[in-house]
């Protein structure tokens, strides 16, 4: 099950920095994850300084 990113995302772009397999980009108002890209590995949940990420 891939990640999301609520409304509640300040667009820091924190969670695609520490992204391993480059799932998350830009995608204007709030960052975006590709749920056939992302591997499940948390690492942008844990990383997001809002708590806007979580299973999907």
Known sequence: M???ISEGCISCGACAADCPVDAISDGG???VIDA??????GACASTCPVEAISEA
């Open 29 to 31: 108002e709030r960052y």
């Open 36 to 41: 056939d890209t992302c591997i499940d590995c």
């Open 2 to 4: 891939a990640y999301k």
